[in-house]
């Protein structure tokens, strides 16, 4: 499953794109998809490189805490003692 990130502009560029600040990284995330201008400090919920929503202080903070909260789930495949390979194109049916 993917999840969008809560993550805060830090600068507006001319051409549709914003530097965001997402915990130790920065984004470029395109604005095609979200109404309205932004300017920086806005909190915005990006996925996939695209703004999808602009978000309240606190909404962000709610957001950022309550995934930050959420354990993360071992991925099942790591469980498998056997090395993973894929499967040869002549095997695959």
Do not use: K, N
Not at 32 to 45: I, K, Q, R
Request: charged content about 20%; aromatic content about 2%; proline content about 12%.
């Amino acid at each position: 499953m993917c999840l969008g990130e809560v993550v805060q502009v830090v600068e507006v560029t001319p051409d549709g794109v914003v530097l965001a600040s997402a915990e130790t990284r920065t984004l470029q995330i395109s604005l095609l998809a979200l109404d309205g201008p932004v300017a920086p400090g806005d909190w915005v919920l990006a996925h996939s490189g695209f703004a999808l929503a602009r978000l309240s202080a606190a909404e962000a903070l709610e957001a950022r805490t309550l995934r930050g909260s959420v354990p993360a789930q071992p991925d099942p495949r790591s469980s498998d003692p056997r090395p993973s390979s894929p499967v040869p194109m002549e095997a695959a049916p």
